[in-house]
Protein backbone atom coordinates (compact mmCIF):
# COMPACT_ATOMS: atom_id res chain seq x y z
CA UNK A 1 0.00 0.00 0.00
CA UNK A 2 1.00 3.55 -0.43
CA UNK A 3 3.16 5.28 2.54
CA UNK A 4 1.16 6.44 5.63
CA UNK A 5 0.95 9.88 5.05
CA UNK A 6 -0.03 9.83 1.49
CA UNK A 7 -2.30 7.10 2.37
CA UNK A 8 -3.84 9.42 4.93
CA UNK A 9 -4.03 12.28 2.96
CA UNK A 10 -5.43 11.00 -0.06
CA UNK A 11 -8.21 8.94 2.43
CA UNK A 12 -8.99 12.54 3.92
CA UNK A 13 -9.29 13.68 0.63
CA UNK A 14 -11.76 11.07 -0.35
CA UNK A 15 -13.72 11.59 3.04
CA UNK A 16 -14.43 14.96 2.63
CA UNK A 17 -15.17 14.84 -1.49
CA UNK A 18 -17.57 12.41 -0.93
CA UNK A 19 -19.14 14.03 2.45
CA UNK A 20 -20.21 16.60 0.11
CA UNK A 21 -21.76 13.99 -2.11
CA UNK A 22 -23.52 12.97 1.22
CA UNK A 23 -24.78 16.50 0.99
CA UNK A 24 -25.60 17.19 -2.67
CA UNK A 25 -27.16 14.03 -3.56
CA UNK A 26 -29.46 12.66 -0.93
CA UNK A 27 -30.82 16.68 0.32
CA UNK A 28 -29.99 18.75 -2.71
CA UNK A 29 -33.26 18.27 -4.24
CA UNK A 30 -35.27 18.90 -0.76
CA UNK A 31 -33.62 22.68 -0.58
CA UNK A 32 -34.60 23.23 -3.98
CA UNK A 33 -38.03 21.56 -3.20
CA UNK A 34 -38.17 24.09 -0.02
CA UNK A 35 -36.94 26.92 -2.50
CA UNK A 36 -40.16 26.77 -4.54
CA UNK A 37 -38.97 24.79 -7.77
CA UNK A 38 -40.79 22.18 -9.26
CA UNK A 39 -40.06 19.10 -9.99
CA UNK A 40 -39.25 19.72 -13.82
CA UNK A 41 -36.74 22.45 -12.37
CA UNK A 42 -34.88 20.32 -10.05
CA UNK A 43 -34.57 17.76 -12.26
CA UNK A 44 -32.18 20.22 -14.39
CA UNK A 45 -30.78 22.39 -11.75
CA UNK A 46 -29.73 18.35 -10.38
CA UNK A 47 -28.45 18.35 -14.09
CA UNK A 48 -26.44 21.37 -13.96
CA UNK A 49 -23.23 20.15 -12.02
CA UNK A 50 -23.08 17.24 -15.06
CA UNK A 51 -23.86 19.32 -17.95
CA UNK A 52 -20.78 21.69 -17.11
CA UNK A 53 -19.15 18.13 -16.44
CA UNK A 54 -19.90 17.15 -20.38
CA UNK A 55 -16.57 20.09 -21.14
CA UNK A 56 -15.04 21.19 -17.77
CA UNK A 57 -13.16 17.75 -16.95
CA UNK A 58 -11.64 17.79 -20.73
CA UNK A 59 -10.13 21.06 -20.55
CA UNK A 60 -8.68 20.79 -16.69
CA UNK A 61 -7.57 17.45 -17.94
CA UNK A 62 -5.96 18.74 -21.19
CA UNK A 63 -3.81 21.31 -19.08
CA UNK A 64 -3.14 18.98 -16.47
CA UNK A 65 -1.16 16.35 -18.56
CA UNK A 66 -0.02 19.37 -20.75
CA UNK A 67 1.30 21.23 -18.04
CA UNK A 68 2.37 18.32 -15.28
CA UNK A 69 0.26 20.79 -12.64
CA UNK A 70 -1.72 18.18 -11.85
CA UNK A 71 -1.94 18.98 -7.99
CA UNK A 72 -2.37 22.80 -8.91
CA UNK A 73 -5.43 22.51 -10.78
CA UNK A 74 -6.76 20.20 -7.72
CA UNK A 75 -6.66 23.17 -5.55
CA UNK A 76 -7.42 25.85 -7.76
CA UNK A 77 -10.71 23.96 -8.46
CA UNK A 78 -11.32 23.61 -4.85
CA UNK A 79 -10.85 27.35 -3.82
CA UNK A 80 -12.92 28.83 -6.89
CA UNK A 81 -15.62 25.91 -6.04
CA UNK A 82 -15.65 27.09 -2.60
CA UNK A 83 -15.89 30.61 -3.28
CA UNK A 84 -18.85 30.53 -5.72
CA UNK A 85 -20.99 27.99 -4.10
CA UNK A 86 -22.14 30.24 -1.24
CA UNK A 87 -24.20 32.23 -3.58
CA UNK A 88 -26.73 29.84 -3.46
CA UNK A 89 -27.94 31.87 -0.68
CA UNK A 90 -28.33 34.88 -2.80
CA UNK A 91 -30.03 33.40 -5.74
CA UNK A 92 -33.54 34.30 -5.74
CA UNK A 93 -34.58 32.33 -8.52
CA UNK A 94 -34.14 29.62 -11.30
CA UNK A 95 -31.49 31.84 -13.58
CA UNK A 96 -29.38 33.04 -10.79
CA UNK A 97 -29.33 29.18 -9.34
CA UNK A 98 -28.58 28.05 -12.75
CA UNK A 99 -25.88 30.61 -13.08
CA UNK A 100 -24.58 30.24 -9.55
CA UNK A 101 -24.48 26.23 -9.81
CA UNK A 102 -22.81 26.18 -13.36
CA UNK A 103 -20.00 28.36 -12.27
CA UNK A 104 -19.59 26.34 -8.65
CA UNK A 105 -19.26 23.00 -10.89
CA UNK A 106 -17.62 24.44 -13.72
CA UNK A 107 -14.15 24.56 -11.07
CA UNK A 108 -15.53 21.28 -8.82
CA UNK A 109 -15.59 19.30 -12.09
CA UNK A 110 -11.90 20.26 -12.05
CA UNK A 111 -10.99 17.78 -8.99
CA UNK A 112 -11.90 14.33 -8.79
CA UNK A 113 -11.37 13.02 -12.29
CA UNK A 114 -7.38 14.52 -11.33
CA UNK A 115 -7.20 13.37 -8.48
CA UNK A 116 -8.46 9.73 -9.36
CA UNK A 117 -5.15 10.25 -11.97
CA UNK A 118 -3.18 11.42 -9.16
CA UNK A 119 -4.14 8.60 -6.68
CA UNK A 120 -3.61 5.87 -9.52
CA UNK A 121 -0.03 7.61 -10.64
CA UNK A 122 1.22 7.17 -6.82
CA UNK A 123 0.03 3.60 -6.60
CA UNK A 124 1.85 2.58 -9.55
CA UNK A 125 1.72 -0.82 -10.03
CA UNK A 126 -0.27 -1.49 -7.00
CA UNK A 127 -3.60 0.28 -8.90
CA UNK A 128 -5.76 -2.75 -7.74
CA UNK A 129 -5.33 -1.21 -4.08
CA UNK A 130 -6.98 2.02 -5.42
CA UNK A 131 -10.12 0.88 -3.43
CA UNK A 132 -8.17 0.91 0.23
CA UNK A 133 -8.18 4.41 -0.20
CA UNK A 134 -11.30 5.04 -2.24
CA UNK A 135 -13.55 3.40 0.77
CA UNK A 136 -12.95 6.63 2.51
CA UNK A 137 -15.23 8.63 0.74
CA UNK A 138 -17.91 5.88 1.06
CA UNK A 139 -17.22 6.76 4.69
CA UNK A 140 -17.34 10.82 4.19
CA UNK A 141 -20.48 9.84 2.32
CA UNK A 142 -21.99 8.04 5.72
CA UNK A 143 -21.46 10.53 8.04
CA UNK A 144 -23.04 13.21 6.22
CA UNK A 145 -26.07 11.38 5.38
CA UNK A 146 -26.51 10.37 9.34
CA UNK A 147 -25.70 13.38 10.77
CA UNK A 148 -27.30 15.88 7.92
CA UNK A 149 -30.37 14.07 8.13
CA UNK A 150 -30.59 14.45 11.86
CA UNK A 151 -29.89 18.12 11.46
CA UNK A 152 -32.55 18.93 8.77
CA UNK A 153 -35.36 17.44 10.64
CA UNK A 154 -34.01 19.63 13.89
CA UNK A 155 -32.97 23.11 12.11
CA UNK A 156 -34.76 23.00 8.62
CA UNK A 157 -32.99 22.54 4.77
CA UNK A 158 -30.83 25.58 5.02
CA UNK A 159 -28.17 23.57 6.43
CA UNK A 160 -27.70 21.78 3.36
CA UNK A 161 -26.21 24.33 1.69
CA UNK A 162 -24.43 25.38 5.04
CA UNK A 163 -23.43 22.18 5.35
CA UNK A 164 -22.24 22.00 1.60
CA UNK A 165 -19.97 25.67 2.25
CA UNK A 166 -18.24 23.99 5.33
CA UNK A 167 -16.85 21.14 3.45
CA UNK A 168 -16.64 22.91 0.27
CA UNK A 169 -13.74 25.01 2.74
CA UNK A 170 -12.58 21.85 4.18
CA UNK A 171 -11.63 20.52 0.86
CA UNK A 172 -9.74 22.98 -0.13
CA UNK A 173 -7.70 22.96 2.62
CA UNK A 174 -7.07 19.22 2.35
CA UNK A 175 -6.42 19.55 -1.18
CA UNK A 176 -2.99 21.86 0.03
CA UNK A 177 -1.74 18.29 1.84
CA UNK A 178 -1.89 15.97 -1.33
CA UNK A 179 1.56 14.96 -2.81
CA UNK A 180 2.84 15.89 -5.75
CA UNK A 181 3.71 13.28 -8.11
CA UNK A 182 6.31 13.50 -10.91
CA UNK A 183 4.75 13.79 -14.12
CA UNK A 184 5.91 11.44 -17.23
CA UNK A 185 6.87 12.96 -20.24
CA UNK A 186 5.03 12.80 -23.21
CA UNK A 187 6.72 11.77 -26.42
CA UNK A 188 4.31 12.70 -29.66
CA UNK A 189 4.12 9.46 -30.75
CA UNK A 190 2.49 8.74 -28.03
CA UNK A 191 -0.08 11.20 -27.57
CA UNK A 192 -0.94 10.67 -30.80
CA UNK A 193 -1.98 7.40 -29.73
CA UNK A 194 -4.68 9.09 -27.92
CA UNK A 195 -7.64 9.43 -30.39
CA UNK A 196 -6.97 6.28 -32.09
CA UNK A 197 -7.21 4.08 -28.57
CA UNK A 198 -10.59 6.09 -27.86
CA UNK A 199 -12.03 5.32 -31.21
CA UNK A 200 -11.90 1.27 -30.96
CA UNK A 201 -14.64 -0.45 -30.30
CA UNK A 202 -13.81 -1.71 -26.58
CA UNK A 203 -13.20 1.63 -25.39
CA UNK A 204 -16.26 3.02 -26.96
CA UNK A 205 -18.03 0.24 -25.82
CA UNK A 206 -16.73 0.99 -22.13
CA UNK A 207 -17.71 4.52 -22.64
CA UNK A 208 -21.30 4.26 -23.50
CA UNK A 209 -21.88 1.61 -21.14
CA UNK A 210 -20.51 3.93 -18.43
CA UNK A 211 -22.97 6.65 -19.91
CA UNK A 212 -25.81 4.26 -19.46
CA UNK A 213 -24.87 2.66 -16.00
CA UNK A 214 -24.70 6.36 -14.67
CA UNK A 215 -28.35 7.33 -16.46
CA UNK A 216 -29.74 4.18 -14.79
CA UNK A 217 -28.79 5.72 -11.49
CA UNK A 218 -31.10 8.95 -12.13
CA UNK A 219 -33.96 7.62 -10.31
CA UNK A 220 -31.99 7.06 -7.37
CA UNK A 221 -29.45 9.96 -7.28
CA UNK A 222 -32.10 12.71 -8.33
CA UNK A 223 -35.16 11.75 -6.87
CA UNK A 224 -35.14 8.65 -4.44
CA UNK A 225 -35.36 10.96 -1.44
CA UNK A 226 -38.35 12.69 -2.73
CA UNK A 227 -39.81 9.38 -3.59
CA UNK A 228 -39.47 8.41 -0.36
CA UNK A 229 -40.63 11.08 1.39
CA UNK A 230 -43.90 11.35 -0.73
CA UNK A 231 -44.24 7.39 0.78
CA UNK A 232 -44.41 9.14 4.26
CA UNK A 233 -41.05 7.90 4.96
CA UNK A 234 -39.07 9.93 8.03
CA UNK A 235 -35.64 11.76 7.09
CA UNK A 236 -34.30 9.71 9.45
CA UNK A 237 -34.72 6.18 7.92
CA UNK A 238 -34.24 8.10 4.29
CA UNK A 239 -30.94 8.61 5.75
CA UNK A 240 -30.52 5.39 7.00
CA UNK A 241 -30.99 3.37 3.62
CA UNK A 242 -29.14 5.61 1.77
CA UNK A 243 -26.40 4.81 4.75
CA UNK A 244 -27.17 0.96 4.05
CA UNK A 245 -25.87 1.31 0.30
CA UNK A 246 -22.66 2.84 1.27
CA UNK A 247 -22.08 0.42 4.22
CA UNK A 248 -22.77 -2.29 1.08
CA UNK A 249 -20.20 -0.45 -1.02
CA UNK A 250 -17.34 0.04 1.85
CA UNK A 251 -17.65 -3.89 2.55
CA UNK A 252 -17.24 -4.39 -1.23
CA UNK A 253 -14.26 -1.54 -1.27
CA UNK A 254 -12.77 -3.68 0.99
CA UNK A 255 -12.63 -6.61 -0.79
CA UNK A 256 -12.07 -5.12 -4.22
CA UNK A 257 -8.53 -5.62 -4.35
CA UNK A 258 -8.52 -9.50 -4.04
CA UNK A 259 -11.56 -9.63 -6.81
CA UNK A 260 -9.68 -7.93 -9.18
CA UNK A 261 -6.68 -10.48 -8.68
CA UNK A 262 -9.01 -13.09 -8.85
CA UNK A 263 -11.70 -12.21 -12.23
CA UNK A 264 -11.48 -10.81 -15.22
CA UNK A 265 -12.33 -6.84 -15.26
CA UNK A 266 -14.72 -7.21 -18.05
CA UNK A 267 -16.60 -9.92 -15.81
CA UNK A 268 -17.12 -7.57 -12.97
CA UNK A 269 -18.07 -4.94 -15.23
CA UNK A 270 -20.73 -7.42 -16.22
CA UNK A 271 -21.88 -8.35 -12.67
CA UNK A 272 -22.43 -5.24 -11.67
CA UNK A 273 -24.37 -3.79 -14.31
CA UNK A 274 -26.31 -7.64 -14.22
CA UNK A 275 -27.26 -6.85 -10.53
CA UNK A 276 -28.26 -3.30 -11.27
CA UNK A 277 -30.97 -4.67 -13.32
CA UNK A 278 -32.02 -6.34 -10.55
CA UNK A 279 -31.70 -3.66 -8.17
CA UNK A 280 -33.84 -1.06 -10.61
CA UNK A 281 -36.06 -3.76 -11.69
CA UNK A 282 -37.11 -4.05 -7.55
CA UNK A 283 -37.36 -0.35 -6.95
CA UNK A 284 -39.99 -0.23 -9.91
CA UNK A 285 -41.63 -3.65 -9.47
CA UNK A 286 -44.97 -2.62 -7.26
CA UNK A 287 -45.58 -1.24 -4.00
CA UNK A 288 -42.03 -0.61 -1.81
CA UNK A 289 -41.71 -2.64 1.29
CA UNK A 290 -38.83 -2.62 3.92
CA UNK A 291 -37.65 -5.94 2.45
CA UNK A 292 -37.21 -4.87 -1.38
CA UNK A 293 -35.82 -1.52 -0.50
CA UNK A 294 -33.18 -3.19 1.85
CA UNK A 295 -32.03 -5.59 -0.95
CA UNK A 296 -32.21 -2.78 -3.43
CA UNK A 297 -29.93 -0.72 -1.67
CA UNK A 298 -27.47 -3.30 -0.64
CA UNK A 299 -26.89 -3.84 -4.26
CA UNK A 300 -25.81 -0.17 -4.35
CA UNK A 301 -22.21 -2.31 -3.54
CA UNK A 302 -23.21 -3.59 -7.47
CA UNK A 303 -24.34 -0.92 -9.03
CA UNK A 304 -21.62 1.61 -8.02
CA UNK A 305 -18.74 0.27 -5.91
CA UNK A 306 -18.07 -2.85 -7.80
CA UNK A 307 -18.61 -0.98 -11.22
CA UNK A 308 -16.95 2.13 -10.33
CA UNK A 309 -13.35 0.21 -9.21
CA UNK A 310 -13.53 -1.79 -12.36
CA UNK A 311 -14.03 0.90 -14.32
CA UNK A 312 -10.86 2.29 -12.75
CA UNK A 313 -9.34 -0.61 -13.12
CA UNK A 314 -9.45 -0.69 -16.90
CA UNK A 315 -9.49 2.94 -17.78
CA UNK A 316 -5.50 2.55 -15.70
CA UNK A 317 -4.80 -0.66 -17.86
CA UNK A 318 -6.11 0.68 -21.27
CA UNK A 319 -4.55 4.12 -21.56
CA UNK A 320 -0.89 4.99 -20.92
CA UNK A 321 0.55 7.31 -18.12
CA UNK A 322 1.05 9.84 -20.42
CA UNK A 323 -2.37 10.73 -20.82
CA UNK A 324 -3.69 9.33 -17.57
CA UNK A 325 -5.65 12.86 -16.94
CA UNK A 326 -7.42 12.76 -20.00
CA UNK A 327 -8.46 9.64 -20.05
CA UNK A 328 -9.94 10.06 -16.37
CA UNK A 329 -11.45 13.41 -17.97
CA UNK A 330 -13.32 11.98 -20.54
CA UNK A 331 -14.40 9.33 -18.20
CA UNK A 332 -15.49 11.78 -15.98
CA UNK A 333 -17.20 14.02 -18.94
CA UNK A 334 -18.96 12.05 -21.25
CA UNK A 335 -19.85 8.74 -18.56
CA UNK A 336 -20.34 10.58 -15.78
CA UNK A 337 -21.17 13.86 -16.48
CA UNK A 338 -23.39 12.88 -19.60
CA UNK A 339 -25.15 9.91 -17.59
CA UNK A 340 -25.80 11.61 -14.86
CA UNK A 341 -27.36 14.73 -16.71
CA UNK A 342 -29.40 13.14 -19.13
CA UNK A 343 -30.81 10.87 -16.28
CA UNK A 344 -31.75 13.94 -13.91
CA UNK A 345 -32.88 15.51 -17.15
CA UNK A 346 -35.13 12.78 -18.04
CA UNK A 347 -36.14 11.94 -14.94
CA UNK A 348 -37.23 14.98 -14.08
CA UNK A 349 -39.63 15.63 -17.03
CA UNK A 350 -41.18 12.20 -16.09
CA UNK A 351 -41.22 11.82 -12.83
CA UNK A 352 -44.76 13.51 -11.48
CA UNK A 353 -46.26 10.71 -13.78
CA UNK A 354 -44.03 7.99 -14.23
CA UNK A 355 -42.12 7.95 -10.95
CA UNK A 356 -41.79 4.26 -10.53
CA UNK A 357 -41.75 3.43 -13.92
CA UNK A 358 -38.40 5.69 -14.39
CA UNK A 359 -36.93 2.82 -12.59
CA UNK A 360 -37.92 0.27 -15.34
CA UNK A 361 -36.18 2.25 -17.77
CA UNK A 362 -32.80 2.75 -15.73
CA UNK A 363 -33.21 -1.23 -15.79
CA UNK A 364 -33.97 -1.28 -19.30
CA UNK A 365 -30.87 0.89 -20.04
CA UNK A 366 -28.55 -1.12 -17.74
CA UNK A 367 -29.39 -3.95 -19.84
CA UNK A 368 -28.00 -2.10 -22.88
CA UNK A 369 -25.06 -1.29 -21.33
CA UNK A 370 -24.69 -4.88 -20.63
CA UNK A 371 -24.56 -6.15 -23.99
CA UNK A 372 -22.25 -3.59 -25.02
CA UNK A 373 -20.22 -4.69 -22.72
CA UNK A 374 -20.56 -8.83 -23.92
CA UNK A 375 -20.25 -7.94 -27.33
CA UNK A 376 -17.12 -5.33 -27.46
CA UNK A 377 -14.95 -6.04 -24.80
CA UNK A 378 -12.34 -8.63 -24.95
CA UNK A 379 -11.93 -11.56 -23.15
CA UNK A 380 -8.40 -10.90 -22.59
CA UNK A 381 -8.22 -7.70 -21.84
CA UNK A 382 -9.24 -7.42 -18.16
CA UNK A 383 -7.03 -10.08 -15.29
CA UNK A 384 -3.51 -8.79 -16.77
CA UNK A 385 -4.72 -4.62 -16.37
CA UNK A 386 -4.00 -4.81 -12.82
CA UNK A 387 -0.97 -7.06 -12.11
Not at 170 to 184: E, F, I, T
Not at 185 to 198: G, Q
Request: proline share 3%; with cysteine; glycine share 8%.
Amino acid sequence: MLGIPFYGRFSAYYFLYYALLGALVPYWALFLQARGFNAWQIGLLLAIPHLTKLGAPNLWGWLADKSGKRLRIIRAGNLFAAIVFPWVFLADGFWPMVWVLAGYSFFWNAVMAQCEALVLESLGEKSHQYSFIRLWGSVGFIVTVLVLGLLVENLGVSIIAVTMSALLALLWLASLSLPQVQPQEESKRTADRLWSLLLQAPALAFFVAGLLMQLSHGPYYGFFTLYLDGQGIATRWVGALWTLGVVAEIVLFMTMAFWLKQVSVKRLLMLSLALAVLRWGIMGSGTLHWGGLVLAQCLHAASFACYHASAMAWLHGYFPAQFAGRAQAFYASFSLGAGWALGAIMVGALWESWQQATFIMAALAAVIALVLLSVFLPNNSTKNLVN
